[in-house]
Structures are given as structure tokens and as C-alpha cells.
């Protein structure tokens, strides 16, 4: 984001959460969301032992190894906690003190009941028998729009085929998913994860082609906008809900669409 309002890159790609945090804070040419990637969250919870029966009710009076606050990831998993009946603060003894990235690894050195991780932390604590992914928080979440692409509301105005062009390369990435198995695109995206082999990249992005991660369009709809804002809204950290319209374009993607 920073480097979008400050003109050092044209188009971004954040969490649309960001979109609204600097539009509330008086930005003037404040930055447009104009094509959805992802429509699930991207992390899981993963538990020491299989549970299959589990339910968030387990989660009472146990240790979670969560994320910073105010980042998605924790902002995601406490709404879903209070979904479920179950107070954050109260109920859950949930850890923030741990870089993001080193989360998998105090698990598996024995810290905690449970953890939220993103790929491919959680396949890795199953490879090593460390941990078991136990529920996925894009699933139970609901359809959060947890990516998107943006820009100014000033370059999209001066250069719409810039961002028409890239809308439908993007668009002829999410045909290509749609239209392929997860071995496929696997294979496909081999050569970008040097350090992973493939049968542990098919096995992870098989698991967020299940819970339907990917939009078949890039159509920002206003009902995944309204739970972005609620889940910002439960966690605190909206001074104000922002409106779709000021902060979201569907035209772009629209027409890729077609």
C-alpha cells in the first residue's frame, strides 16, 4: 500500500482490508480495488492430535498459537471464534508474541495446543507428524474478499487499458484454474517453489482447490465487501465502514469476464 500511494508502484496486491484503513484516514486519491483474486482465507488450524470430530468448541480453555493483532489472519480467526459462541479473550488463551513466520516451528517444538498457519506451514507439520489440520478458516469464515488488486483512483483514470489488459491476463489465470486439476496447476507452478517438492505443492494447493479459494471471476462483489468491513468491525479496527462504491470497481472485471 505504501508503495502504491506513494507512486513507486502503479498496481497492488494487499489484503482489501488496506483499501479502507487509508481511505478513513482522509486519503484524497485513495486507492481502488479493481480485481478479487482470492475469496477464502488461506490459513488452517491444526491441532497436535486428528480430530475428527472436531468443533471450535474445543478451542475452549486450550493454548493457539495466533497472529499479530489487527493482521487478517487473527482478525479471521477471532471472528470465527465469536461465530462459534466463544469469546477471544476470555475463552482462548491465544499467543501473539510470535513472528509469523516462526509459528510452525514452536509448534512443533511443543508450544501450544494449536496453531493457525498458512501454507505451507500446516502441510509440513503433517509431513513431520507434528500436527493435523483439523479446520480450515476460509471455509468458516465465509467468502472474505482476503486478496485483491488495486490502484489509484488516478492511474486507473488515466490508464484503463493498462488495467483492462492486466485484468485479463488475470482472468485467463483464474480460466486456467477452473479448467485444470490440481495436479496441473501444480506442475504448472513447480519451478516458482524450488524448496518444495511436488508432490507436497499438489497436496496444498489441492487443499485450497477444495475449499474454492479462487473466484472464477475477479467481480468484487459488495456482499464479501460488507463481511471484510464486519470482521473489521468485530475486531475493533474500524473507525467507520467505508463505502463499495468510493472503493471498489467492477467494470475491469466485468468485461474480462465476458
Known sequence: MTAVLSGSADIGFMGSEASIYTYNEGANDYVVNFAQLTQRAGNFLVARQEMEDFSWEDLKGADVLGGRKGGMPQMVFEYILKQNGIDPAKDVNIDQSIDFGSTAAAFAEGQADFTVEFEPGATSLEQEGKGYVVASLGTDSGYVPYTAFSAKQSYIDENPDVIQGFTNALQR????????????????????????????????????????????????????????????DEAGELTKRAPYEDLVTTQFAEEAAR
Not at 187 to 205: G, N, R, S, Y
Not at 215 to 222: A, C, P, Q, V
Open 173 to 232: 489465470g483464474m480460466d486456467y484454474v477452473q479448467a485444470h486439476t490440481p495436479e496441473e496447476i501444480a506442475a504448472v507452478i513447480e519451478p516458482q517453489f524450488k524448496e518444495t517438492d511436488l508432490e507436497t505443492i499438489t497436496t496444498i494447493v489441492s487443499r485450497y482447490y477444495e475449499q474454492d479459494t479462487w473466484k472464477d471471476n475477479l467481480i468484487f462483489e459488495e456482499e464479501s465487501f460488507d463481511l471484510l468491513q464486519d470482521i473489521l
